[in-house]
């Protein structure tokens, strides 16, 4: 018997099939080994000696592959073919060393691009042995990526409180973020006019012509800056004869895209298809390890983690034999196209992401996918079969018009030039498969046919626009726009682009705003702090030098401890420089850097950090227990504090304009008691108020709820926390949603649970809390791990909303779930039948419902526990409610201290 270790289950069952009886195929669930999270893992002084530890789960699995491996013929490690596969390779073999199991087994590596029978039987033909270049370089990064995470966030624990490394990658990624950020603060919008004639031909065609030179002198897009200019030249251009003084037309080519990387993939789904790119890999990975089709059992896509753009001969002769039958031979190039990787630094070169068989097509495979593959599948194969296509033909015309006004030899002529341009398709080769979407705008003139003119044709004039315009800042990096910019400085590589971006979301630095990247104040601080006291490791040139020798390393022309050690000997000398800094100099430093933030202008001429309660104090960055805020001065007498960032006047009307000077916003008056509700800045962040007074009733803004989107409705709700929302199944005792000093959680007598990303405190159902109860208090994260929901089945993108809708499986009954929105299936309604249609009028119940205040629907006893209390039952908790409220949400138990993260590629 043959033993083959994969990683994954899904990619054991597939490669099963494939390989006779003589082979059994297990997964190891990935890394089975890491450096345990605490300081010492590595070790500098001792020639960065690394320690390995197996947690619980990597531990059993060790001991189940020993127990097959012991009665074994021969050991095959066929882990995937990049640096990570080639690492989880070497880790379980050291682990079985260890365990003493192997003796003289013969261990062979063996590695395929492709999960089918014939590459798989094929890579067992020429197996291999380790690559150890490939495990050094792993091990290199792996140790880079631990001192920088240990030995800098002690650092940024002390200096700055609340903060942490983001990591060695992710922290220039966040510094890319936070920079864009700035630009769009310092950008200053300023005017343009624009002028537009409908010209029209002897012939009656009318088409556009933009205003371009006057009197000999050109006009670029800025130039006419007010409206008195615009106006007269719109003057002008009313009084002017049209003629045309040069028509020129050249023909083009378009050619097609290369087949898809790892960076082009994620960039395209995000485009395209709206993923995330840690989604987009998700996806990938499932479709590269194997799916029924029809029963058969194959991989869909190559290898999807990859820089490489080449494509297998073999492959390449398939898809040029299904363009010529499917397009015809006019789509077909004489010759197969080439393509070379532009990335200065590719390495890991597999093929690109391509189809393992590109006569599935997408439309046959779709009924055997879930909607998320199948549309990815589409995409890939989609850019695949056009990479081998004929180029678009294109036809580019420009056409110069003089415009004479008066005439020219008297003092009132002038001469204004006018420019048509315009592009047609004369044969639309690969474009009429496949054509990519870009960040910018494009070519708007693609499809604009101009009519058929000659020079010193006379033109009539139809009507002139004259538009003002204000120029725009730089936009925010997309997820997608940021992994192409992280490719072009040669930062990342592609195994590591989906976890950086996830990671600094995860330790919320960044959030996702419409689809762009907003850097968190916490963010800000952090890559403040290291552009001041440790510039040099956040620096684009050091991070691509460093990725540059991480690579030589692979190619075995570099000693990875020689990298190690130049490494650590200036990063070193950084740590210990820190250690006189005083907290002050930390504060200084950041006042300054972060100013144009933390202090913006306010556009009046005066002190934008005079404080706006006492007048004489002046407004500083101050460090807390909990973090950085904005303090006075003048404490104690001034008590004045707000969050980091200040309002601004576009903040839909939390700026200054209908703010307080201390950040209070009125939202309204409570209809039950006629206090005013206000919403304000706090110490630890925002909070809504009722009434004023020694103590008031409060309650804390939840995360993802900012002020500007506060109104008097979900302030009230927000007031009426802690309450009940479910009796608990067995005690029959009243289980309460609130939210405390870490954040909203369910309560259950003694028994707290915190509330997860995607619960909604204000829209959380019964069976949810129920739900969340009862982990807790089985000692579990989670009935489902991690504390989270089981995948449940995908129905698909919201067709309105965006976003997966889930058919889930709670404890006490099935709901369908779309981000935060959490809707109870009706009683009777199969959840394995559920569709889309159904699906989407229950949510939109749901979330009217959470809108209003009101409970949504509930089953059983957790249906009883929403009824609402009637006034009269009311009215003798009032009194005692207040006061629980007004103590804030003391009864929250602090959460346990979390354990140090570990450190990301």
């Known amino acids: 018997m043959n033993v083959v270790i994969v990683e994954s289950p899904a990619k054991a069952k597939t490669i099963n099939k494939y390989l006779g009886p003589d082979y059994e195929v297990v997964a190891s669930f990935g890394h089975v080994r890491d ?5 010492g893992s590595v070790d500098p002084d001792a020639d960065f000696a690394m320690v390995w530890e197996a947690d619980g789960r990597g531990a059993k699995r060790i001991g189940e592959i020993a127990k097959l491996v012991k009665g074994a013929d021969k050991l095959i490690l066929a882990t995937d073919p990049d640096r990570e596969g080639e690492a989880i390779s070497w880790h379980l073999l050291e682990a079985l060393r260890d365990k003493r199991v192997l003796k003289d087994m013969p261990v062979e590596r063996v590695t395929f691009n492709a999960i089918t029978k014939q590459a798989v039987q094929e890579a067992m033909a020429a197996p291999r042995s380790i690559d150890t270049a490939l495990v050094e370089a792993y091990l290199a990064r792996r140790a880079l990526d631990y001192l920088v995470g240990f030995r800098l966030s002690p650092v940024l624990w002390r200096k700055l409180p609340g903060a942490r490394s983001a990591g060695r990658v992710q922290s220039v990624a966040l510094r890319l973020v936070c920079e864009r950020e700035a630009e769009i603060e310092r950008f200053r919008k300023k005017e343009y006019w ?3 004639a409908t010209l029209a031909t002897p012939r009656g065609e009318a088409f556009e012509a933009r205003l371009v030179g006057a009197d000999g002198q050109k006009i670029q897009r800025l130039d006419v800056g007010t409206e008195a200019e615009a106006r007269a030249f719109e003057k002008a251009l009313a009084e002017a004869h049209f003629a045309v003084s040069g028509v020129e037309a050249k023909p083009a080519r378009r050619h097609p895209f290369a087949p898809f990387t790892t960076s082009t993939l994620q960039q395209e789904a995000s485009r395209k298809l709206g993923f995330a790119p840690a989604r987009t890999m998700q996806v990938a990975q499932r479709l590269y390890e194997g799916t029924d089709i029809g029963g058969e059992t194959v991989g869909l896509i190559t290898y999807m983690r990859t820089d490489g753009v080449d494509v297998a001969p073999e492959a390449v002769s398939a ?12 789509y077909l190039p004489s010759a197969p196209r080439k393509y070379t990787s532009k990335q200065k630094n590719a390495q890991e070169a597999h093929e690109a992401i391509r ?10 495979v779709a009924r055997f996918l879930e909607p998320e593959q199948a549309r990815l599948y589409e995409l890939i194969w989609k850019r695949t079969v056009a990479s081998q296509m004929e180029s678009a033909e294109l036809e580019r015309t420009t056409v110069d018009i003089d415009a004479t006004v008066g005439g020219l030899g008297t ?6 030039e006018l420019r048509a341009t315009g592009q047609v398709v004369k044969f639309d080769g690969f474009l009429t498969l496949y054509t990519e979407d870009r960040d910018d705008d494009g070519d708007d003139e693609d499809g604009k046919r101009l009519p058929a003119m000659t020079v010193g044709e006379k033109l009539a004039r139809k009507a002139i626009a004259t538009t003002q315009h204000f120029t725009e800042p730089p936009p925010r990096y997309s997820e997608a726009s940021l992994v192409k910019r992280m490719e072009e400085l040669g930062i990342g590589r592609p195994s590591t682009y989906a976890s950086t971006l996830q990671t600094l979301q995860d330790r919320e630095y960044v959030k996702i705003d419409k689809k762009r990247l907003v850097p968190e104040d916490k963010g800000r601080l952090v890559i403040a702090f290291l552009e001041n006291f440790f510039e040099r490791y956040v620096e684009y040139g050091f991070t691509a030098a460093l990725e540059e020798r991480l690579d030589l390393v692979s190619n075995s022309e570099l000693d990875w401890k020689a990298l190690l050690r130049d490494f650590w000997r200036d990063f070193a000398a950084a740590i210990d420089e820190t250690k006189e800094l005083r907290v002050s100099d930390v504060l200084s430093a950041l006042n300054d850097s972060l100013g144009p933030h933390i202090f913006p202008d306010k556009g009046d001429g005066s002190n934008p950090r005079a404080c706006p309660v006492c007048g004489t104090g002046a407004l500083s960055l101050k460090l807390g227990k909990f973090g950085a805020f904005i303090g006075c001065s003048n404490y104690p007498e001034c008590r004045f504090t707000r969050q980091l960032a200040a309002p601004g006047p576009d903040s839909e009307g939390d700026g200054p304009a209908s703010a307080g000077a201390d950040g209070t916003r009125k939202l309204g008056e409570d209809p039950v008691t006629g206090l005013e509700v206000t919403v304000r800045d706090g110490r630890f962040g925002p909070y809504v ?12 803004l939840p995360k993802g709820m900012t002020p500007a989107g506060l109104d008097l409705e979900r302030a009230l ?4 926390l802690p309450k009940e929302v479910a009796k608990h199944p067995e005690s029959g005792k ?7 000093r870490y954040g909203p959680y369910v309560q259950h007598e003694k028994t707290y649970a915190n509330l997860e990303k995607d619960d909604d405190v204000l829209a959380i159902g019964a069976n949810r809390a129920i739900d969340l109860v009862i982990a807790k208090e089985s000692g579990a994260k989670s009935r489902f791990g991690r504390g989270s929901a089981p995948a449940g089945r995908e129905l698909g993108e919201h067709p309105t909303l965006g976003g997966p809708v889930t058919v889930m499986a709670g404890r006490y009954g099935p709901y369908v779930k779309h981000g935060a929105v959490n809707a109870t299936l009706p009683k009777g309604k199969d959840a394995a039948t559920l569709t889309m249609e159904e699906a989407v009028p229950l949510l939109a119940a749901r979330a009217e419902a959470a809108g209003s205040g009101k409970k949504g629907p509930a089953r059983g006893k957790a249906k009883a526990a929403a009824k609402p209390k009637t006034s009269a039952e009311a009215k003798p908790k009032a009194a005692a409610k207040s006061k629980a409220a007004a103590k804030g949400s003391k009864t929250a138990k602090p959460a346990a201290k979390a354990k140090v993260a570990k450190s990301e590629a």
């Open 194 to 196: 624009s002028l537009v």
């Open 35 to 39: 450096l345990p999270p605490k300081d």
């Open 319 to 330: 898809i040029r034999g299904l363009i010529g039958k499917d397009f015809g031979p006019r």
């Open 734 to 740: 009243p289980i309460l949603v609130g939210i405390g």
């Open 355 to 364: 189809p393992t068989d590109a006569r599935r097509h997408p439309r046959e």
């Open 411 to 416: 003092a009132m002529g002038r001469r204004l």
């Open 689 to 700: 108020q009722l009434g004023e007074g020694e103590k008031p009733k409060r309650s804390s």
């Open 717 to 720: 709700a927000l007031l009426e």
